[in-house]
């Protein structure tokens, strides 16, 4: 049986992006289908440096929200190695993959959209891993970067998601992203983060207090996973009310 791929021609629906009332998530939708939820923090993020700069003008679309965008088009994922430099001599690899969303319809295979990706062991986010370790976190990133690709052409998302940089990034990231759950607190690094952002903002000790008890937390330690993002952005545009003698 040959292992090509058939050519599926259809209407492209662009897909719907619409915000959750009362919270930082999305639905994202198509005619006919069940709306998946994207989840702020989990499914997608603001990237920010540890200066509290953001990268890019919207928020990255993470491997998880790339997932959830494909299946709601209920199509599945076919991963193609398109080149390869592997030289354990020198501990250098690098890989291209081709991400294909597949159609399935009477047991035939139908491509509706490709993209590539590539990773190589001399990137950033490699950090102390032994390059042979590292080999396979740069199969999986080329792969990771590939499903991205596809699912923001495929729902027409470039207007509302960008790249998934998370990883691209991955010592800002880390000090940003803590726990994928968004109900779990914020980590220790990251109450740091908040009130550096604070800082930054020109805010004392006093008036990032304010803030968070007009956002409804006792303290930065309260604030969860799933809401910080948003919180920062807030951070933005508080102005703390001046108190007269």
């Not at 040959?2 to 999305?26: F, G, H, W």
């Not at 008890?213 to 807030?234: P, R």
Request: hydrophobic share 35%.
């Amino acid at each position: 049986m040959s292992s090509e791929l058939a050519l599926y021609s259809c209407d492209a629906v662009p897909m719907t992006v619409s915000k959750i009332p009362r919270t930082q998530n999305y639905l994202v939708s198509i005619p006919g289908c069940t709306p998946a939820k994207l989840t702020r923090g989990v499914d997608f993020g603001m990237i920010r440096t540890p200066n509290g700069k953001t990268i890019g003008k919207n928020p990255s679309l993470f491997k998880s929200g790339a997932e959830k965008v494909a299946v709601a088009y209920g199509l599945c994922q076919n991963y193609v190695l398109e080149s390869k430099i592997e030289d354990p001599e020198n501990g250098f690899f690098f890989y291209t993959v081709r991400c294909d969303l597949v159609k399935i319809v009477h047991g035939e295979r139908y491509v509706i959209t490709s993209s590539y990706g590539s990773g190589n062991t001399r990137e950033k986010r490699s950090g102390s891993q032994s390059p042979y370790d590292g080999a396979n976190s740069a199969l999986k990133m080329a792969q990771k970067r590939a499903l991205v690709g596809a699912a923001l052409s495929l729902g027409c998302l470039s207007d509302a998601f960008t790249q998934d940089i998370e990883s691209d990034v991955s010592d800002e990231a880390s000090v940003y992203f803590g726990s994928k759950n968004p109900s779990d607190p914020i980590t220790s690094s990251q109450v740091t983060f908040f009130y550096a952002a604070a800082s930054r903002q020109g805010l004392t000790k006093s008036d990032a207090k304010a803030f968070l008890k007009s956002n409804g937390y006792d303290s930065a330690k309260a604030i969860t996973a799933g809401a910080f993002d948003q919180l920062l952005e807030d951070l933005k545009t508080f102005v703390p009310v001046e108190v007269s003698d």
